[in-house]
């Protein structure tokens, strides 16, 4: 049985979840996020005293694959109602020399240290925003804002012996040391 799969996505005052067939539309203050789901699991709206959730079941619960995608469902499932009360975010970090970032409209411009700037369009229900070298993307979409954030930093991703390159804030970079420093050793 999938520990996670079985326990119900409680759904707060403000949030409406409708279900037809394997699509499931969550709506909030923050947004509408609508996913269709794998035809192995069955999502199943409650309500009882007031309270409502959705629980997310499956007819074979002896099948590896259908379990899989039990727990994936139900976490899916739970993004998205937290996403549409309160949006996820990620921030990225620029360094290096002469590296800049900039927001030109809705779009982010990237001079990385290539000949050229790098223009980086940011697709709708995502916000993003520069400060510094810092840019944060936020939206109600989980999947989304987290492929967003690794798309940017894919574009140049830090490197380990000067630590140049876009980082997520927070992530610890592992350094080498270099050809002096190894020959002095």
Not at 63 to 79: E, H, P, S
Not at 139 to 157: C, F, Q, S, T
């Amino acid at each position: 049985m999938s520990r996670i799969g079985k326990q119900p996505v409680i759904i707060p005052n403000g949030v409406t979840v409708s279900v037809q067939g394997q699509t499931v539309t969550v709506k909030g203050p923050k947004g509408e996020l609508v996913q269709e789901f794998n035809p192995a699991v069955k999502v199943v709206l409650n309500e009882k005293e007031g309270q409502k959730d959705i629980v997310v079941t499956v007819a074979n619960e002896t099948d590896k694959f259908v379990r899989a995608q039990w727990g994936t469902a139900r976490a899916i499932l739970q993004n998205m109602v937290k996403g549409v009360v309160e949006v996820f975010s990620i921030q990225l970090e620029v360094n290096g020399v002469g590296y800049r970032v900039n927001m030109k409209g809705k779009d982010i411009v990237l001079n990385i240290g290539f000949s050229h700037e790098i223009p980086f369009i940011i697709p709708k229900g995502i916000e993003a925003s520069v400060e510094g070298n810092i840019i944060t993307i936020k939206g109600a979409d989980k999947h989304l804002v987290g492929e967003i954030a690794a798309n940017i930093r894919r574009i140049r991703k830090p490197e380990p012996y000067k630590g140049k390159g876009i980082k997520y804030v927070g992530e610890v970079v592992r350094r080498k040391s270099g050809k002096a420093q190894k020959a002095a050793a």
